[in-house]
């Protein structure tokens, strides 16, 4: 099993400029996440998605798009990106869980390491 | 208050000490309670979860107090490879938060001969 992969590692856009980032899984995971991590903030979560065709705002949301028309996959997209979005990208995937149990751990991808100029 | 917060260090400590991580969060009703760590560069990764009772994972020890809404981690006997950034992990509300999760922003760990 590979896990959780995401594409591309690496990327460097112009201010303005569009991508998607792609997430998958092969673990048959509901619950998706992405996160951006910054120097000193920790990680924090952008959208989310407890299922295939949902999708949910996180802690910081404005500026990114996410879709999850299949269940093993979860696209964040950046339709005008902006320096402020220079950062590295998690994606993250999640089972609900056993019943009785509360504690669903999270796999991680190995990041994608973005750069706006 | 930032929901969950951790000393930054960096700890630098010599191998075969003994180092303790304190993390405290601001939510009350919060669930559940993790450390994962997280190697330079890469994806973090599951440490251990935290349990009520405190537990224990060979060299590692993890406790929780709800009162003080207080987590630690014990490292005992460090090694070379422990160095790493170790971050304290919350889950706010338990299993109405569809297993989201908040990170404290973590504590680096640096362990030299």
């Known amino acids: 099993n590979a896990g959780v992969t995401q594409t591309p590692k690496f990327r460097v856009l112009k201010t303005g400029q569009s991508m998607t980032l792609l997430c998958a899984q092969d673990m048959n995971h509901e619950y998706m996440y992405w996160y951006r991590q910054d120097p000193g903030m920790g990680l924090r979560l952008i959208h989310y998605?407890?299922?295939?065709?949902?999708?949910a705002k996180g802690e910081v949301p404005d500026g990114y798009n996410v879709s999850r028309l299949k269940k093993q996959n979860f696209l964040l997209g950046l339709e005008s990106a902006a320096p402020s979005q220079t950062s590295v990208y998690f994606c993250?995937?999640?089972?609900?869980?056993?019943?009785?149990?509360?504690?669903?751990?999270?796999?991680f991808g190995p990041g994608t390491r973005l750069t706006v100029l | 208050r930032k929901e969950v917060e951790q000393d930054p260090g960096p700890f630098n400590v010599p191998e075969g000490a003994t180092v303790a991580f304190n993390c405290t969060y601001s939510n009350s009703a919060s669930q559940s309670f993790f450390w994962y760590r997280q190697d330079c560069r890469k994806e973090p990764k599951l440490l251990m979860s935290v349990y009520s009772s405190g537990n224990e994972d060979g060299r590692f020890t993890a406790q929780l107090n709800r009162a003080s809404q207080y987590i630690s981690l014990l490292i005992r006997d460090s090694k070379l490879s422990d160095s790493a950034t170790y971050l304290c992990?919350?889950?706010?509300?338990?299993?109405?938060?569809?297993?989201?999760?908040?990170f404290g922003q973590g504590t680096i760990l640096t362990v030299h001969p």
């Open positions: 998605s407890v299922g295939e065709g949902t999708t």
């Open positions: 992990v919350v889950n706010p509300a338990g299993g109405t938060s569809y297993g989201k999760l908040t």
């Open positions: 993250a995937s999640s089972s609900p869980g056993l019943a009785g149990t509360r504690y669903n751990e999270q796999f």
